[in-house]
């Protein structure tokens, strides 16, 4: 049988959910990971920090908080 592709990916430097140096929410995975935006899960404060300058240039921030992505986003996966 065939893996499924990781859909949980760092969408700065697109390091996978799991990973030993991912930051989860209180250091623990099960609660998720400890960044995100509405355009995915970012592995680190760096990753954050890098997104969030890059969303100002481009003048795409947002002017709401993210839904958890573990609780909204993949509702409907398949």
């Known amino acids: 049988?065939?893996?499924?592709?990781e859909k949980k990916?760092?969408?700065?430097?697109g390091k996978a959910f799991?990973?030993?140096d991912?930051?989860?929410y209180e250091g623990l995975i099960e609660n998720g990971p400890a960044y995100w935006s509405d355009r995915g899960v970012l592995c680190s404060v760096g990753c954050s920090l890098?997104?969030?300058?890059?969303?100002?240039?481009?003048?795409?921030?947002?002017?709401?908080?993210?839904?958890d992505p573990f609780e909204a986003e993949y509702l409907f996966e398949d």
Do not use: D, W
């Open 1 to 5: 049988m065939l893996a499924r592709p």
């Open 9 to 13: 990916r760092c969408i700065e430097c």
């Open 18 to 20: 799991g990973m030993p």
């Open 22 to 24: 991912f930051a989860y």
């Open 50 to 67: 890098a997104h969030h300058r890059k969303r100002a240039a481009e003048g795409t921030l947002g002017n709401k908080p993210a839904p």
